[in-house]
């Protein structure tokens, strides 16, 4: 059974850092997606950021776009989102998630929506506040 552990979340102020990781494993296939979800409350989740272990073709979404970068060692079976630039609306609860390789054909990037994806882990919360 794939199982996934994301680690790194925490309390930063605005225009501070962090830098979340991803530990995968049980996977019976070298082909997949990987990426970053949030959930704000009273919000719907959303993909923020995902990445193939074949090309590595990405996606980020508009909000998070030149202040977080996802990075992967498939050898590792483990993905990162360095996050840069936090801001106040970025407080959620990050998860990590797996599915099927889906591309989008106009930009080819992968597929970024949570229920594209199968298999998740707890979450971790990040909080950014002064």
């Known amino acids: 059974q794939v199982q996934l552990v994301e680690s790194g979340g925490g309390l930063v102020q605005p225009g501070g850092s962090l830098r979340l990781s991803c530990a995968a494993s049980g996977f019976t296939s070298d082909y997949y997606a990987i990426g970053w979800f949030r959930q704000a409350p009273g919000k719907e989740r959303e993909g923020i950021s995902c990445i193939t272990s074949t090309d590595g073709s990405t996606y980020y979404a508009d909000s998070v776009k030149g202040r977080f970068t996802i990075s992967r060692d498939n050898a590792k079976n483990t993905v990162h989102l360095q996050m840069n630039g936090l801001k106040p609306e970025d407080t959620a609860v990050y998860y990590c998630?797996?599915?099927?390789?889906?591309?989008?054909?106009?930009?080819?990037?992968?597929?970024?929506?949570?229920?594209?994806?199968?298999?998740w882990g707890q979450g971790t919360q990040v909080t950014v506040s002064s």
């Open positions: 998630a797996t599915g099927r390789i889906q591309y989008d054909v106009s930009f080819y990037s992968p597929v970024c929506r949570p229920d594209e994806y199968d298999y």
